[in-house]
């Protein structure tokens, strides 16, 4: 049984950005689209499928995960219904509740793959949340999701271990910093990388018993399914067996994709497939399968409903057509610079890991 996290409410909060703006891509409408095409395509009805409304946080656990300061600033500014939270971060009336939910979405997300209600779980939620660290939200985020559903997890004794893999095109610089003393979550982060200038090196390994749990696999621009799918193979599984969790958080971008307005790899849709398939295997050689895929960015409207449909079928185990795979992309070897970095990645991790 695959659960499926919705809420109407997650169709509010729209701060109304003028485009061609780079807040403007993070609005109502990329949900409208993919529940509306959801529901088209029946997917809601499948057997096989479990759809769950999300529930918000409560107020008081928030406190506990992000700096007061950040969750009141947040409140105060949705009041207003509008104002600057962080950089690349807009309030609108609706922003506090419809963050809360998002939140809220993605615990449960991860308590009824654990309570083993469902065996895996798609949080389609909004606004992201990877970007936003402790006492800052920035990157068209508010709340960290995925940091707040493992820690509110971990608080209630519920989890003790978990790999929170990102695959959104971007750094998930929010999650990394939560845990990068905690060895308890490893955080493994798939992402573009322009140059060694930015956050998100292979150096950033973690700190203190934290040391080997924060891995970087830095992607160079226009990278292609093939390269993606050679970076992925030789580390995260090698990684995960040994640390073996009990549950496995996808943070899923699907700005990866070429035709995102916003993202600079060179994927197609059928990676999102392969990549699926092989968590799915993953987390069934390593903790029963309990998968949990998280909504993060993705900015091309008509692109982002099927990419969601393809994660969803495939943890299904039904086959999809792929329409976007004969699309010319110009064959840009990047290959080389990109294997370079993670055999230098292994090299590092071999002082922490020993399937290297
Ligand atoms: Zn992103």
Redesign the pocket.
């Known amino acids: 049984m695959i659960g499926i996290i919705h809420h109407p409410d997650f169709l509010k909060h729209d701060t109304n950005f003028p485009r061609p703006h780079f807040e403007s891509f993070e609005t109502p409408e990329r949900l409208a689209a993919v529940y509306t095409y959801l529901q088209q395509k029946e997917i809601f009805d499948l057997p096989g499928i479990e759809p769950i409304l999300a529930k918000p946080i409560k107020e008081k656990d928030l406190y506990k995960i992000h700096a007061p300061y950040l969750v009141d600033s947040v409140k105060s500014l949705s009041k207003i219904g509008e104002g600057e939270i962080g950089a690349h971060s807009y309030a609108s009336r609706d922003a506090f509740d419809v963050a809360k939910l998002a939140v809220g979405g993605t615990i449960l997300a991860c308590e009824e793959v654990l309570k083993g209600n469902v065996t895996q779980s798609f949080a389609l939620i909004r606004p992201p949340g990877h970007h936003a660290g402790y006492s800052k939200t920035e990157g068209l985020c508010i709340f960290n999701n995925c940091a707040a559903a493992l820690l509110t997890l971990k608080r209630k004794k519920k989890l003790d271990r978990a790999l929170c893999l990102d695959l959104?095109?971007?750094h998930g610089d929010g999650i990394a910093e939560f845990f990068y003393s905690d060895p308890s979550v490893m955080y493994i982060s798939m992402h573009e990388y322009f140059n060694e200038s930015e956050k998100g090196g292979i150096f950033e390994i973690g700190f203190g018993e934290g040391e080997g749990y924060n891995v970087n696999i830095p992607l160079p621009f226009l990278t292609l399914n093939r390269t993606y799918l050679k970076s992925f193979q030789k580390i995260v599984p090698h990684v995960a067996k040994e640390f073996n969790p009990e549950l496995i958080i996808i943070a899923m971008?699907f700005?990866t994709h070429y035709a995102d307005p916003?993202?600079n790899l060179r994927l197609t849709s059928s990676l999102y497939a392969t990549i699926t398939h092989q968590l799915k295997k993953l987390a069934e050689d390593i903790c029963e399968g309990k998968l949990v895929f998280v909504l993060?960015?993705g900015y091309n409207l008509l692109g982002l409903p099927k990419f969601v449909e393809i994660v969803i079928q495939t943890l299904l185990d039904h086959k999809i057509e792929f329409s976007d795979d004969e699309f010319p992309l110009e064959e840009i070897n990047t290959d080389n610079e990109a294997l370079k970095r993670v055999n230098m990645l292994r090299g590092i991790l071999s002082k922490y890991w020993k399937r290297f």
Do not use: Y
């Open positions: 959104d095109s971007h971008g700005d916003i993202g993060e960015g």
